[in-house]
């Protein structure tokens, strides 16, 4: 076994279904089948002790079914979940709970192996957001991290009408204030306790919260897209809809942010345009 393999949980109360998700999770090769569940209570205790990577989820489970498994375990540390189950009425409230895919029995090959490719392509993804956020925290120890400079705000007259508040966001680092011009803002994301503002070709990393840089950006031009990203919307060229609820916004630079379905009722303002910069 290597570190690159999936560490994987199954969860079903039916022998012969775990029998053949584990016989072909290890064809795949890369899947690590590190226990099997019977029933939820034991999927929940071997989640929170095991901590797995991924879980098949069966649905339909004497007492607790797949969703009340899900309902208890803290979110912020939840695997990737793929439900497994025998009914397709399901599929939408799958889909609402951030599942990653969902597989009806008996499981088709071609579906199965489609599903296995979408895992390792979120898997990448986490890792390589694993890693950048530690290069962030890196660049921030060696280079110094920014602060807003609220008395700047203040003295900009931040709680002025919207239409003249924040037009300068200034940027405190170490002795100096960098007073960025919020139109040459692309987008912000979170990496971790740190905000990463990219305007053109710098990025100034700098402590805060999305919600504190919410509050200082005018709501215009700037829209929280996803819990981690927050974007200008004048940079936005297209709009591409997924078939799970979530959109893909193409910057002009072109960059592709995700607009997850927590936010979709923000799928109006780019399809009515943004107002522009003064």
């Known amino acids: 076994m290597t570190n690159s393999q999936i560490r994987t949980l199954i969860v079903d109360d039916e022998a012969l279904s775990r029998r053949g998700l584990e016989i072909r999770l290890r064809t795949a090769g890369d899947f690590d089948v590190i226990g099997q ?78 599903a296995i490719e979408h895992i390792r392509e979120l898997r990448q993804q986490r890792n390589a957001a694993s890693q950048r956020d530690r290069l962030v925290e890196l660049l921030a120890d060696v280079s110094g991290t920014g602060e807003i400079d609220a008395e700047g705000l203040l003295a900009r007259g931040a709680a002025a009408h919207a239409a003249e508040r924040n037009t300068v966001l200034p940027i405190r680092e170490g002795r100096e204030t960098v007073r960025l011009d919020t139109k040459s803002i692309d987008w912000i994301d979170a990496a971790g306790d740190y905000m990463c503002i990219h305007a053109g070709p710098r990025t100034h990393i700098l402590r805060g919260t999305m919600k504190e840089l919410e509050d200082v950006l005018d709501p215009r031009h700037f829209q929280r897209v996803h819990r981690s990203t927050i974007v200008n919307l004048a940079r936005v060229k297209t709009l591409r809809s997924h078939m799970n609820g979530e959109y893909f916004l193409t910057l002009d630079g072109g960059h592709e942010l995700k607009l997850s379905r927590t936010y979709r009722d923000k799928v109006e303002y780019f399809l009515k345009g943004p107002p522009r910069l003064n």
Do not use: H, W
């Open 37 to 114: 569940c019977t029933n939820g209570r034991e999927a929940i205790d071997a989640v929170r002790n095991q901590q797995p990577d991924l879980v098949f989820l069966d649905i339909q489970m004497p007492g607790l079914s797949g969703f009340d498994v899900l309902a208890q375990l803290p979110t912020d540390s939840l695997p990737m979940v793929v439900f497994v189950t025998a009914y397709d009425q399901y599929a939408i409230r799958a889909f609402e709970a951030r599942a990653v895919d969902y597989l009806l029995k008996p499981v088709d090959e071609s579906r199965f192996a489609a």
